[in-house]
């Protein structure tokens, strides 16, 4: 064979290739059975408020939802740079006060106050910049001062934060005259910010920025000596998951209508961190399995009365133990092994 | 091509490096030799901004690079391979590359150029896909090379490539700096293993307490008696 002979060849097989992906090979992509499933999900969350009819479970997945936020937040710092922080609750409560003082105090509109409350909290992680160059326990002291600081200014800052009593009255968001409500369509903003997280995320993580991220997590001085500028990236990870937080804080306030500092508490903290670690460091739809679990599980665990507490923590000890990896990890390697035992019938 | 004079430099309040000078001229292989705590892989880190200079100067091709930040140093054609390999265990194998090339922003030559590294190492090939992690040692060290050359290094820094290796994968390793060195990458070249190193290098520096006690061509080292005796294990 000769030179002549292999350039053409070569270069009509590119060009099927560039033709390709925009008739037939979408079609295929999307009839695989993963994508089949992919959809025939959305629908099913689509439809949650049709099927369920218990008002207060509606509620449960809606907490469920703003969980999600906050544990995606935190994934990105933890799970996809490797930097822990204890202090989540702090970005939530700065997004969800924002949102309230700009609704009750100044009229702005949900649909404002939403976005607001996302960017001004990944500025107060930004002005937290300067003490990420801490590493491990240090930083981990750092970030649950950070969330008492905050804490404790919505605690005593009173003409402005109302103190311990909190802000009641944030009313529910209106939308071209369509005011939601009531937990079943309070659910669908919820639905639409958690869904558009998700993409942005996604999108992040296997993006240049996000091999960044996960290079810092993997191995912070080769990162470095690659030329990776890590204080920068790691002060982007914890703008994102205050970002993140603050969509969070901003949608419970407008749900509930009421805040208090409470929500600023390091237990609060500590919840967003048990989400992540359930749902599955580093996994995306980790977030939204660990948020379910942390908010529903402990609903049906009532019937364990006064033992509640101690069943709970069993059930977390159990979890970190034999699932290092969380749901999202179990889950995966269930689906790993139907998968395999399905070749071997098939060979 | 790489200058260092009279540096100081070590971890925080510890000086590690007490005057050391060195000269790294291009496309040799030059190694430094030393026992442990001599400041081998202090003047590599230092080299690369990781360490702060206390004292003295480092220069490459008449560049300064005392208040560069590493990102700055590694697009002036600097890469490093840090002991005990350091690849991103959970990352794939392409991802590893990926980073290696973290510093050039034309997408499409950084993608030709992961394509002719793993012609190059078939053995990373085969597992592109999988989480470097799994790798076995010599694997590992081959992408931690690949990584380092994914840059375009004009100067590669090796730290201990040799480390835990057995004997078959060190002699591959060291064809292989010694390959990367003819394709026109200037070597600087940290090893436990003087014999080796300097049989690949034309000269060394033999490191004591920080500073450089002898700086001679490879074959004078190898047959200097007391480096024999000290270093070669003769």
New interface residues.
Partial sequence: MNLGDVMPNHQINGDKKAIRPLTEDWWRRLSTPQCMLFGAFGLVLLLIPFLVQDIYFIHLINLSGIGTLLALGLNLVLGFTGQISIGQAAYYAVGAYLSALLATRLGFPFWVNLPVAGLIAALCAIIFGPVLRLRGHFLAIATIAFGEIVRIILLSWDPVTNGPRGIIGIPHPKIMGFTFGSDARYYYIILFTVAISFLIVYLIIHS?TG??L??I???Q?????????IHYYKTLAFALGGFFSGLGGSLYAHLTGYISPEIASFSQSVQVLMMVVVGGM?SITGSALGALAIVIVPEYLRVFEHLRLIVYSIVLLLMIIYAPKGLAGLFGSISKKILSEDQKKEE | MLKIQDLYSGYGNITVLKGLSLDVPQGRIVCLIGSNGAGKTTTLKTV?G?LKIQRGQIEFEGINLNDI???T???HGIA?V?EGR??????TVQ?NL???A??RLEKKEVAADIDLMLNRFPLLARRVNQRAGNLSGGEQQMLAIA?ALM?HPRLLLLDEPSMGLGPLLVKQVFELVKEINREGATILLVEQNARMALEIASEGYLLETGRGVMHDPSEVLLNDERVKKVYLGE
């Fill in positions: 240049r091999r960044a996960r290079a997590r993997d191995d001085d080769a990162a470095w000596t690659s030329g990776i500028a580093g | 690369m990781l930040s590493t990102a140093i590694v697009r490093y840090p350091r690849i991103f265990p959970e990352m991802e990926k980073i290696g973290y510093s990584r840059s």
